[in-house]
């Protein structure tokens, strides 16, 4: 598995978390909006990470996909939790071996016994240590952020996290620095736009996909390793790329197959992968169209309704239980239309998404990318069985 660095991106993004840029607020909160499997978490863990230890800043990572079971809220606790026991480390094992049953730190007092514990010290309190032991600043990188607004715990982490950012920094010394990333922009602006949201008033940016850059550095690669198949054409593999959504995993899967000697493919290996693009975001858009056709019709009205409101959707206004009934041709009150919302949200995958706060949201915003190129080309609806069998029963 080869790893593109993106470091230039990475200096340039701690050096705004520091506050170290004028006309920049990314040391109130850094939020990064970027598809799934563009390389977000890779970006985080290995180039951002990397770039803030390097100028002695402590991370502390954490993705709340990383266990959907559990709370988003105690997820972080837990993170902090960890790092803090390992900054604490000697001065807690001499405080216990001493039978000392709490350390003092920054005039605070903290149970030896429960440190590592979810309950055993607040969110800010634990910052707070962590930022008085290890005597250095704190990245807190929260990947998938979005989904702490599932959960009232997680809503509750929010605002802690912002309280403590507020406690720990002042002008000119950012001590918390807060980086949260998620893979759908209009999820990730519930955090800053909402009433009453946390970090009201951050932007959110869109975290550059992996670009020409990385495809020379690829095309370098090709052409150590194979001098026989240079010049290797850039720019067919960039298109490809693009294809693929820039999602460099299902690239790299093509790419591989493209050269390995057992394939059958004639003619250049870039045509190969560019088939493979074309192939793969057919595959895509097939499995979009067979979920959306595998609904039943009051599921589909809600969905479209959905994708064609986006981030204005009210489920069961006037308006929407009209759409509802004339698109599903039956009468639809709000009850059935939560009830098709909640079977939309309980499925596996899941198509849609909830706040704790009872907001709705399609689960994948690539639907929405969907939605708006087959209404473009006059496409939309999906025509199947179920939509053909309506029509029968109306005639
Ligand atoms: N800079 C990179 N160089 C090479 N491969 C990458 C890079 N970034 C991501 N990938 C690959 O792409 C896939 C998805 O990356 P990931 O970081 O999990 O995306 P996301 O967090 O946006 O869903 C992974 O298999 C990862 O190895
Ligand atoms: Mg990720």
Do not use: C
Request: aromatic share 8%; charged share 25%; proline share 5%.
């Amino acid at each position: 598995m080869i790893h593109y660095a993106r470091s230039n991106l990475a200096r340039e993004l701690a050096e705004q978390l520091q506050g170290k840029q004028v006309f920049n607020d990314a040391y109130n909160g850094l939020f990064l909006a970027a598809p799934r499997r563009t390389g977000k978490s890779t970006f985080l863990q290995l180039d951002l990470q990397p770039a803030l230890e390097a100028q002695r800043v402590v991370v502390v990572y954490v993705d709340l996909w990383s266990d959907q079971r559990r709370d988003p809220g105690s997820l972080i606790a837990d993170a902090i939790a960890r790092s803090l026991q390992s900054h604490l480390g000697l001065v807690a094992k001499a405080a216990r071996a001493s039978g000392l049953e709490s350390v003092s730190i920054g005039g605070m007092k903290i149970d030896t016994r429960k440190i590592g514990q979810i309950d055993g010290v607040t969110l800010v309190e634990a910052l707070k240590a962590l930022h008085e032991t290890a005597k250095a600043p704190i990245a807190l990188v929260i990947d998938e952020a979005q989904h702490a607004l599932t959960s009232e715990a997680g809503e509750n982490a929010m605002a802690a996290l912002k309280s403590a950012r507020d406690q720990l920094n002042r002008p000119g010394e950012i001590q918390l620095m807060l980086v949260m990333s998620g893979s759908d922009r209009d999820k990730l602006l519930r955090l800053v736009n909402t009433n009453g949201a946390p970090f009201y008033g951050s932007q959110i940016r869109r975290m550059p996909a992996l670009d020409q850059d990385f495809i020379a550095h690829i095309v370098r690669l090709i052409e150590g390793q194979r001098p026989e198949l240079a010049p290797v054409d850039a720019e067919a593999l960039f298109k490809a790329f693009e294809g693929f959504g820039h999602r460099p995993q299902f690239f790299m899967e093509a790419l591989g197959q493209a050269l390995s000697p057992l394939d059958s493919f004639e003619g250049r290996f870039e045509s190969a992968v560019l088939a493979a693009a074309a192939q793969r975001q057919k595959a895509d858009e097939a499995q979009m169209e067979s979920d959306f056709l595998g609904l039943r019709p009051i599921e589909q009205a809600v969905l479209w309704r959905m994708l064609e409101q986006g981030p204005l959707f009210r489920p069961y206004d006037a308006e929407a239980l009209r759409f509802y009934q004339e698109k599903a041709g039956q009468k639809v009150s709000a009850q059935k239309a939560q009830n098709a919302l909640e079977s939309l949200r309980a499925r596996l995958p899941a198509l849609v998404w909830k706040s704790a706060r009872g907001e709705y949201a399609v689960d994948d915003a690539a639907m929405h990318r969907w939605y708006a190129q087959r209404v473009t080309a006059g496409t939309w609806p999906p025509q199947g069985p179920q939509i053909g069998l309506d029509l029968e029963e109306d005639v």
